[in-house]
């Protein structure tokens, strides 16, 4: 029985790790005032074919299409969160509700190569900031993934990456200046970029071809084509960055893939992980709801790859629990209830449905288990249990009356 190629069992060590992520992302983003939500994993196609466009790898041979019973091609996975999000803004007519905050998380699916780092069902989270366009918008978000890599420990290694975009006219201008230096050099682009030269030619920045990279090296600075509003509006970005002391650098080629974007795009990488370096990506897509045909929403955002994060952090230990083992067959209720007693208690308490009781205190043992509770005939007879410590070896009986206020006595 094998997993399907490039998906992953979550197994709890690593389920741990995801779990730490979330938690600790929900607490940041829930004391800024943003709010989880979830749309479906699957979704007309339409819904990205027309805002990731269609020269997206996304698009042209990531997705991966449903056949349902009516044999209609036209439902995908989702393999990505934002245009999911927008368009669920849209369905339930919250168009004029603005500002929006949203959190989500969940599977997203890509037919891309498997590697490190790099699943066909892989796992994200995100923030939305629907309805924003001051440049302090950008700037909460960017806060919101810096507070989170802080409260992982990981601040220290992973880099903050950035760059603009810059508006609509910025964007035309450089294109023109971009293509014409790019024509020269048309036939020894990648068979992608050609296809992206025509229609897409910013795309090229971000191709990872190691012909394409030559080529683009020299190419003329986006920074050169900025026009003013697109300067002031960036710089705000960076002067707030400065302000909460969050370190960066600034990386002209991040283009980021998506027709949607401008102003604002950045990405947090790390060295650590090989080349799917990338753990969470971002920036601000005023062009999204214009093009799935909404209003002008002008808005930022972004996601993270819980998988590759997951892979920077130590394991996670659970806590010990105490285990209770039960000498025969009949005892087993009892053994039971006092269990359940403990556990409302707070006690962790591990039912073992061993009642060898040499077994049973192996497999507290293999799990690490602080104590053994052992209800035997004898200690159930005279209304006690024998309480194992298993670091040193200690045993003592103790009233069943008395074992709540026994172990809180010990935990002190
Ligand atoms: P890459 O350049 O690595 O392909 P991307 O630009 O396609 O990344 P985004 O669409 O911006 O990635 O997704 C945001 C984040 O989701 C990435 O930074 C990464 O951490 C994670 N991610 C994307 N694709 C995958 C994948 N196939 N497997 C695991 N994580 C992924
Ligand atoms: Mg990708």
């Not at 989500?104 to 994200?124: A, D, N, T």
């Not at 710089?235 to 949607?260: C, H, I, K, M, S």
């Not at 104590?371 to 309480?387: K, P, W």
């Amino acid at each position: 029985m094998q997993p399907v190629r490039g998906t992953h069992d979550l197994l709890p060590p690593e389920f741990r790790k995801h779990s730490r992520i979330l938690n600790v992302a929900r607490g940041e983003i829930e004391r800024a005032g943003f709010e989880e939500m979830a749309t479906p994993l699957m979704e007309f196609r339409s819904v990205f074919d027309r805002t990731l466009g269609d020269t997206s790898d996304i698009v042209t041979k990531e997705m991966y299409e449903i056949h349902d019973r009516m044999g209609e091609g036209n439902i995908v996975l989702r393999p990505e969160g934002t245009a999911g999000a927008a368009r669920a803004v849209m369905s339930n007519g919250l168009t004029q509700s603005l500002p929006l905050k949203y959190f989500y998380q969940g599977s997203m699916f890509r037919y891309e190569r498997p590697q490190k780092g790099r699943l066909r069902q892989f796992h994200q989270m995100g923030v939305e900031l629907m309805g924003v366009k001051d440049p302090r918008g950008d700037l909460e978000v960017i806060l919101l993934a810096w507070n989170i890599f802080n409260a992982l420990g990981l601040e220290s290694r992973v880099q903050l990456e950035i760059n603009t975009l810059g508006d609509v006219e910025s964007r035309n201008a450089y294109r023109s200046r971009l293509l014409e230096y790019l024509s020269d050099f048309q036939n020894e682009l990648s068979q992608d970029s050609q296809i992206r030269l025509q229609k897409n030619p910013l795309r090229i920045l971000d191709s990872k071809d190691p012909q394409d990279k030559e080529i683009t090296k020299n190419a003329p600075k986006f920074s050169e084509h900025l026009n003013n509003l697109s300067k002031e509006f960036f710089g705000r970005v960076l002067e707030g960055l400065e302000a909460f002391q969050v370190p960066f650098t600034r990386n002209e080629n991040l283009v980021r893939g998506l027709d949607y974007y401008c102003h604002t795009a950045f990405e947090f990488t790390t060295t650590e992980l090989g080349s799917q370096g990338t753990v969470l990506a971002g920036g601000r897509y005023d062009g999204l709801f214009p093009m799935m045909g909404g209003p002008l929403i002008p808005s930022v955002g972004w996601a993270g790859g819980l998988d590759r994060i997951a892979m920077m952090l130590e394991d996670i230990l659970m806590p010990r629990p105490y285990v209770m083992i039960a000498g025969s067959d009949p005892l087993m209720a009892s053994a039971l209830k006092l269990a359940d007693l403990l556990r409302h208690e707070g006690f962790i308490v591990d039912m073992s449905y061993q009642t060898q009781i040499g077994k049973a205190l192996k497999y507290a043992n293999k799990i690490s288990a602080l104590g053994a509770l052992i209800l035997g005939e004898d200690e159930s007879q005279s209304g006690v249990i024998t309480f194992k410590n298993l670091d040193s070896g200690d045993q003592s009986t103790v009233p069943q009356g008395e074992l709540v206020t026994y172990l809180k006595e010990m935990k002190r």
